[in-house]
């Protein structure tokens, strides 16, 4: 056994003792609900079960590529909705893995969150894997090319979907090149750089998973652990190595382990008190007011 006991006393212990120095922070919708962006799964919340409006086979079809290819609107409808800006703050969560790379304590965090919520808080770049990608970039699903931001950022507020606009051969999908085909430009559909249903993760993931290994402190926040491979991080820690779940509910093998600990509830909450546990509650507020 690492912890003597699996409560949050112990595991602020640990830290303190100067034991867990590479801590890796694993985290999914449910650190930016408080920030007043929905999650996936919740029952009534969640983004899944508000999509019927829009017509679609089943919930994640707004995700799927195969989905997008023929029917693009839908997704833009949401990405109006989720779209970064000064609209959202980050959360005490945000904030509190914000504080630990900055006490030199966060190994890496994995995130598959799209919001840019991490970094707003202040998680430097290079101590964040975007597992499935984010809005900070995208590019034509034909020829690759990149969109250029502000044009996006006009295509989203007007819930347009935006063409690619390259010179040259069209490429429109479906026969819906005609106007492009015309005015000589690919055409082809643009989508942010967020991994959807039947696309690859970002190397970066890949390269990086082996962080898990290395940790010696897991957090895992906010997360359903529903979608894979992300889901199966946890899982690649050391056996010995101390797992801490905030979140509503019990999720993946979390309770398994000798060393698991799970505060169940609101993650802010869970995080505050841990927190006051380190004696940096105050510091967490001050950062967060800011
Ligand atoms: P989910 O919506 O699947 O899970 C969110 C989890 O957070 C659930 O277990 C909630 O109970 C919990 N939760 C919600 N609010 C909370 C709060 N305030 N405090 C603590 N826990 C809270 O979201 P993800 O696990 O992030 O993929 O979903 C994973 C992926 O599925 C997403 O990245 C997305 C989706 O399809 C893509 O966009 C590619
Ligand atoms: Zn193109």
Known sequence: LTLPERSLPAVADFIKSGKARRIVVMTGAGISTAAGIPDFRSPETGLYANLAALDLPEPEAVFDLSFFR??????????????????YRPTVSHVFIALLARKGLLHMLFTQNIDCLERAAGVPADRIVEAHGSFASQRCIECKEVFEEGRMR????????????????????????GAEAEKGVCGGLVKPDIVFFGEALPRAFFDS???????????????????????????????????????????????????????????????????????????????WRE
Not at 75 to 85: I, N, Q
Not at 156 to 175: F, H, N, S, T, W
Request: charge should be negative; aromatic fraction near 6%; include cysteine.
């Open 70 to 87: 023929q029917n693009p609107k839908p997704f833009y409808v949401l990405a109006k909705e989720l779209y970064p800006g000064a609209r």
């Open 209 to 287: 998973s082996g962080m898990a290994k290395e940790a010696d402190l897991i957090l895992v926040m906010g997360t359903s652990l529903q979608v894979h491979p992300f889901a199966g991080l946890p899982n690649m820690a050391e056996e010995e190595t101390p797992r801490v779940l905030f979140n509503l509910e019990q999720v993946g093998s979390f309770g398994t382990r000798a060393d698991d600990v799970m505060v169940l509830g609101d993650c802010d909450a869970g995080v505050r008190r841990l927190a006051e546990e380190l004696g940096w509650r105050d510091e967490l507020e001050k950062a």
């Open 154 to 177: 006009e295509f989203v507020a007007r819930g347009e979907v935006p063409k690619c606009e390259r010179e040259g051969q069209a490429q429109g999908v479906d026969g819906e090149a």
